[in-house]
T-cell receptor
């Protein structure tokens, strides 16, 4: 079945550092891929998405490229801020829509 | 656009009582809504898929009689935790699928923190 694997957290960075959170997936067909962010005590917000191979999703300085050859969708940001501290979830939806399959989440803590 | 609300945001109840949580899509119609449960520092666990006008589809291991789901309209789904016990304490999050508006994307509510004493 479909699955998503994220790098283990927590990840602690200094402000303005470069961020990479790895995400790989297993899926049949052509899934859509997502990154969601969850701030403390809140629900999930969509950060970015990509619906086909080689698409690059981007938002708020974050970006991720849908790599079918490596079944990956790594999240990157060139310069993190303290306000980026949150839990980040990689997710996929099968090519027939419906359920989201989530990775385990990666907690990011950015120190001033 | 695409806002989903949940009510209440927090609820504390006594063991043995029932609690109802509402999930509303405020500016779009959702034929499908999803209910998730999240334990501290853990990922989201899909509990059930709620389809308007039909019975919910529960994931394996989720008790249908304990977690009652009703999707009475295209903008409202409810989750009722019946005879709640302390182990039901958790963060419950709903999401709504707007269908044709945004392919495969779900919009999430802010979550409901349930504490059972």
């Amino acid at each position: 079945g479909n699955s998503v694997t994220q790098m283990e957290g927590p990840v602690t960075l200094s402000e303005e550092a470069f961020l990479t959170i790895n995400c790989t997936y297993t899926a049949t067909g052509y899934p859509s891929l997502f990154w969601y962010v969850q701030y403390p005590g809140e629900g999930l917000q969509l950060l970015l998405k990509a619906t086909k191979a080689d698409d690059k999703g981007s938002n708020k300085g974050f970006e991720a490229t849908y790599r079918k050859e490596t079944t990956s969708f790594h999240l990157e940001k060139g310069s993190v801020q303290v306000s980026d501290s949150a839990v980040y979830f990689c997710a996929l939806a099968g090519n027939q829509g419906g359920k989201l399959i989530f990775g385990q989440g990666t907690e990011l803590s950015v120190k001033p | 656009g695409a806002v989903v609300s949940q009510h209440p945001s927090r609820v504390i109840c006594k063991s043995g009582t029932s609690v109802k949580i509402e999930c509303r899509s405020l500016d779009f119609q959702a034929t499908t809504m999803f209910w998730y449960r999240q334990f501290p520092k853990k990922s989201l666990m899909l509990m059930a898929t709620s389809n308007e006008g039909s019975k919910a589809t529960y994931e394996q291991g989720v008790e249908k009689d304990k977690f009652l789901i009703n999707h009475a309209s295209l903008t409202l789904s409810t989750l009722t935790v019946t005879s709640a016990h302390p182990e039901d304490s958790s963060f419950y999050i709903c999401s709504a699928d707007p269908g044709s508006i945004s392919y495969n994307e779900q919009f999430f509510g802010p979550g409901t923190r349930l504490t059972v004493l």
